[in-house]
């Protein structure tokens, strides 16, 4: 689940009071590489009686190749892991304002206090500059943002410097966690996903939303052959995707009892 504290519209209280009306039994608050969220997750759910996985999806590069790795049960107080998350950050505002500047140099006049009043002041992404573009009627929605400024190959494209996989994994493992491959249905080149399994991931998101029932197929049989868990999410994202869909990947419990006997371990 994605927040305000990343790219997503709800707030953690409007998360955890839908995931209650779903009756769920846990969730995860997995920001893009942001953890500053789960301390108020859980503080809000534990009213509830909803547990609270700590989780964060971080963005990693591999052979020109975006892949998000997905940490869960880490300590969100490990001195590593808010160092690098608070880096990323920086890295990100950055990245923003070159962005904000760009599309300044061809008159498309948007300041960039307008963004942040939509990133909310933690971890900023594309999405925000979309939502700013729309709010000053440059596009009329998130894909047309992304076409026309924001997407990869646009004029106003700016790459980010990112972790490899393997240093993400580490990263999360430090911390006490498991690292987990985020919805591998999105990579084109078939063979990517078994050489990416091999830099250490515990698992796969397997239960999502979006994946075919063929290519869940398969990859349940790369999580039996590597002996890897199999792990969900809707990964949802609010109104971005013109639904809030928590809830909507099924993922039995007996998932998570699988999850926390390996950290356990």
């Known amino acids: 689940l994605h927040s305000t504290y990343s790219d997503g519209t709800l707030s953690v209280k409007e998360i955890v009071e839908y995931a209650s009306t779903k009756k769920l039994a846990a969730i995860s608050l997995t920001d893009h590489d942001c953890i500053a969220g789960i301390h108020e997750t859980m503080e809000v759910a534990e009213k509830i009686g909803l547990e609270v996985i700590p989780g964060v999806e971080i963005s990693s590069m591999y052979e020109d190749t975006d892949v998000h790795v997905l940490g869960y049960f880490f300590d969100p107080d490990n001195k590593d892991i808010k160092s690098k998350m608070d880096e990323i950050r920086l890295i990100r505002l950055e990245?923003?304002?070159?962005?904000?500047?760009?599309?300044?140099?061809?008159?498309?006049?948007?300041?960039?206090?307008?963004?942040?009043?939509?990133?909310?002041?933690?971890?900023?992404?594309?999405?925000?500059?979309?939502?700013?573009?729309?709010?000053?009627?440059?596009?009329?929605?998130?894909?047309?943002?992304?076409?026309?400024?924001?997407?990869?190959?646009?004029?106003?494209?700016?790459?980010?410097?990112?972790?490899?996989?393997?240093?993400?994994?580490?990263?999360?493992?430090?911390?006490?966690?498991?690292?987990?491959?985020?919805?591998p249905y999105v990579f084109e080149d078939p063979t990517i996903v078994e050489r990416l399994i091999k830099e250490g991931f515990d698992g796969m998101e397997i239960f999502?939303?979006?994946?075919?029932?063929?290519?869940?197929?398969?990859?349940?049989?790369?999580?039996?052959?590597y002996n890897l868990i199999e792990t969900g999410g809707s990964d949802c994202h609010g109104e971005y995707y013109g639904d809030v869909n928590i809830g909507s990947a099924h993922v039995p419990y007996s998932v998570l009892d699988r999850m926390k006997a390996l950290v356990k371990r």
């Open 95 to 183: 990245r923003a304002k070159k962005i904000v500047a760009r599309l300044n140099a061809k008159s498309i006049l948007l300041r960039f206090e307008r963004v942040l009043e939509f990133a909310k002041g933690f971890s900023i992404g594309r999405p925000h500059i979309a939502a700013a573009l729309m709010a000053e009627e440059y596009a009329t929605t998130y894909s047309e943002a992304f076409d026309k400024y924001l997407g990869n190959g646009t004029e106003f494209y700016i790459p980010i410097k990112k972790l490899s996989p393997k240093e993400a994994i580490n990263l999360i493992k430090s911390a006490g966690g498991i690292a987990i491959l985020a919805h």
């Open 208 to 225: 999502y939303p979006k994946q075919h029932s063929t290519t869940v197929r398969n990859f349940r049989q790369l999580c039996q052959k």
